[in-house]
């Protein structure tokens, strides 16, 4: 029989007792230092809309009524709630836009937070009509605030203008062979940018105005960007906007909504820039294939997953990265794809690949964002919208709709683990190698993270129908090796070269290996 440690007790203590010490070096006024923590796979990061976070839903009908006593969420109520991503371990938070939006042509009845209608102006939906400060003002103190607390800020920087802006600025956007300003998809509140003119050079007053952004984003004291389907503007673009930013802070993180299998949604309007050419313009990461994770059925296509990002970061020198997309504001959530097992699955990959980890506001109690008022018709609009237009079990970027919360205390205790476990194991999660591992099942995957003679091993069952035994080779693993389980169901059992495993479907299990090497 193996012999086990049981490392649990060491979780007991808080999580922000874990959070890297890297962190304990700064005292106010900041020191922005995200580039180096996100290339280095250390950031932790949880996304937030201000529209929702902060808000109070007192009639429990999940929209936002403020004519019926409802408190809307802002910048204030919002900075009030900070200790609360503290707490869920996260050491940067990224702001979901919050650029003011679009009215004509909308989705939802607030207008979607992608349907930007200026680059420099703050959306006065944020704004807390009880302050006397300006919406400006009120979100420099929220990041203020986040960075005394040592939390890092990025913004979110659409791609496109809303119908609005398309008719007030035209010779910003592209236009059809009838004249017409273009959207594509079902990107109907939206127009395209015209990023190059028919010349082929770029266009500056589009891109002037992208400055104003990030003169406005530098103004807050946002430490960085996450770029909007990036890939649709070109290299030029993004390497002239890019080294604009730098001069003023070199620690500016830039994100790629970006991924090496994503089609060009708008091609036949722009061409499409590969995922090296924007990290050779300057971003430090992008979305990786990650978002496609819920399809993979086989072992060795979760492990070409890895490998692609492995093969970039690698091509850069480790300067470039990606981070877990397993479950953002465009995917649905994982307890509405596949319950609680997809749920521990998703949350345990975050946690132990070798990525930045993401989780989006509702993740680790387990919402669905379904919302009650899905598709109904509103009382009260400020768009010409009067549907309360959702994306089905996608959180709610069209209307003012209460903060997301799935109310399993039992997931949040489980989240919570395992990111003590990230923090606590960070020498082999952060800084070891990761090594497949062959079990001998197509549907079983298999990982370790080593460093030295120790080892996080990961065994995930890719059928979601069927229980699955299986083994996992590990040469130098003896009977009597120092196995202790961070995440399983059934025991397993360990024999001289191989751990035996029992599965459930869709199961994730989690080892830590004591003195046994595994290259």
């Known amino acids: 029989m193996m012999r086990k440690i049981n490392i649990n007790r060491f979780l007991l203590l808080t999580l922000t007792a874990f959070i890297f010490s890297a962190n304990s070096a700064f005292a106010y006024p900041w020191i922005n230092d995200l580039k180096t923590l996100f290339i280095s796979n250390k950031a932790v990061i949880y996304t937030i809309n201000i529209r929702s976070f902060g808000a109070v839903d ?165 430490d960085g960007i996450r770029a909007d389907v990036a890939a649709i503007k070109p290299y030029e673009f993004w390497k002239e906007f890019i080294s604009y930013v ?109 990525l930045n980890s993401y989780f989006l506001d509702g993740f680790p109690t387990g919402d669905t964002y379904i919302y009650k008022y899905e598709n109904q018709k509103a009382a009260k609009t400020f768009t010409d919208d009067d549907q309360y237009f959702v994306h089905r079990g996608k959180i709610d970027i069209f209307n003012a709709a209460k903060r997301p919360d799935g109310g399993k205390k039992e997931l949040k205790t489980k989240y919570l683990t395992a990111l003590k476990f990230k923090y606590w194991a960070k020498n082999l999660l952060i800084d070891g190698k990761y090594v497949p591992l062959n079990t001998g099942n197509q549907s079983v995957f298999a990982y370790a993270r080593t460093n030295g003679a120790d080892a996080v091993v990961v065994i995930g069952n890719l059928d979601n129908k069927n229980n699955i035994e299986t083994s996992i080779y590990i040469p130098k693993l003896k009977a009597t090796s120092f196995v202790s389980p961070m995440k399983m169901g059934e025991p397993p059992e360990t024999k001289n070269g191989r751990l035996l495993v029992k599965l459930q479907p869709g199961e994730i299990q989690v080892f830590m290996l004591s003195k046994v090497p595994v290259k």
């Open 58 to 222: 007192k009639n429990n009908n999940d929209i936002i009524e403020p004519w019926l006593g409802d408190t809307p969420g802002t910048f204030i109520n919002a900075q009030k709630r900070l200790d609360e991503i503290v707490e869920l371990g996260a050491n940067t938070i990224y702001l979901l836009p919050v650029t003011k939006v679009g009215k004509l042509k909308a989705l939802g009845t607030s207008g979607s937070l992608y349907a930007m209608d200026s680059f420099n102006e703050l959306n006065p939906q944020l704004d807390d009509k009880n302050d006397s400060k300006s919406v400006f003002a009120e979100a420099k103190s929220f990041i203020q605030a986040a960075h005394k607390k040592k939390l890092r800020v990025i913004i979110d920087m659409p791609s496109c203008g809303s119908y609005d802006m398309s008719l007030e600025k035209p010779d910003l956007f592209i236009k059809d062979k009838h004249g017409n300003t273009v959207y594509t998809a079902d990107w109907t509140d939206v127009r395209l940018f015209k990023t190059v003119n028919s010349d082929g050079s770029l266009n500056k007053e589009l891109l002037s105005n992208y400055k104003k952004f990030a003169d406005m984003a530098l103004a807050l004291g946002a």
């Open 246 to 354: 730098r001069k003023s802070d070199p620690q500016f993180l830039f994100i790629a909504e970006a991924s090496t299998s994503w089609d060009n949604p708008a091609k036949d309007y722009v061409t499409y820039t590969s995922v090296e050419d924007l990290l050779k313009a300057g971003f430090d990461g992008y979305y990786g294939d990650w978002g496609n994770f819920g399809k993979i059925t086989k072992a060795k296509d979760f492990h070409k997953l890895v490998a692609a990002d492995k093969k970039i970061t690698d091509k850069f020198d480790g300067q470039k990265t990606t981070m877990a997309t397993f479950a953002t504001h465009d995917q649905q959530s994982p307890m509405l794809i596949g319950g609680e097992n997809y749920w521990d699955m998703v949350l345990w990959l975050t946690a132990t690949l070798p």
